[in-house]
């Protein structure tokens, strides 16, 4: 069955200092791999995508995730946090033509000035 | 360029009132559509989906209810709410037929039932 896991619940982060949220998934083809960010009550803002090619990708606000096939992960990167990106950040698994996606529960986001 | 509202932004009901959420999608044709509900702390559950006019899939049986009366309008009713119902809605679309598209999320309702 299709998963997505994040496995922490909550982070915390100094300013400036370099941050990265972990995202597992399980699915039997190649996934179409997104992460979201949610500041609280606002809806799900869409921060980078994955579809195929460079595992790399980049995103906004100066957030890259990488795919890696063997470890099945979509890790979100950031160098230097800013006290804005404090927010919860959800992983999600989009399959077959488009009307199944697969959200993590997850992770709250906390920058300490 | 595609735009999603959805109304109202927040909504205090008592139990066993009837509820409305709309929601329209605006610069794209034939969307799929979604209803999330999000719990206080918690992640986020789908309650239905819908991939054209009339075509209601439902994830969770529960006392709500969707219906699709227009291409790009998307509404989640109940006759009778819980205070279970209260939570966090979020509508969302994506472009139908494609798995490779993201979905975009309105900015969400928050519905308190006392």
């Known amino acids: 069955a299709q998963s997505v896991t994040q496995p922490d619940i909550h982070i915390t982060v100094s300013e400036g200092a370099s941050l990265e949220l972990r995202c597992n998934y399980s699915?039997?083809?190649?996934?179409?791999l997104f992460w979201y960010v949610q500041s609280p009550g606002q809806g799900l803002q869409l921060l980078l995508k994955y579809f195929s090619g460079d595992t790399l990708v980049q995103g906004i606000k100066g957030f890259e995730a990488e795919f890696k096939r063997s470890q099945s992960s979509f890790n979100l990167r950031k160098p230097s946090v800013h006290w804005s990106d404090a927010a919860e950040y959800f992983c999600?698994?989009?399959?077959?033509?488009?009307?199944?996606?697969?959200f993590g529960t997850g992770t709250s986001l906390t920058v300490i000035p | 360029s595609q735009t999603i509202h959805q109304w109202p932004a927040t909504l205090v009901q008592p139990v066993g009132s009837p509820l409305s959420l709309e929601c329209t999608v605006e610069g794209t044709s034939n969307p799929n559509l979604y209803w999330y509900r999000q719990a206080a702390g918690r992640g986020l559950q789908l309650l239905f989906y819908?991939?054209?006019?009339?075509?209601i899939s439902s994830e969770v049986p529960q006392n709500l209810s969707a219906s699709r009366p227009q291409d790009r309008q998307f509404i989640l009713s109940s006759k009778k709410l819980l205070l279970s119902d209260s939570g966090f809605y979020l509508c969302?679309?994506?472009?139908?037929?494609?798995?490779?598209?993201?979905?975009?999320f309105g900015n969400g309702t928050r519905l308190t039932v006392t």
């Open positions: 819908s991939v054209g006019i009339g075509q």
């Open positions: 969302a679309w994506s472009v139908e037929g494609r798995g490779n598209s993201p979905l975009h």
């Open positions: 699915y039997g083809a190649t996934p179409y």
């Open positions: 999600a698994v989009g399959a077959g033509t488009g009307n199944q996606f697969y």
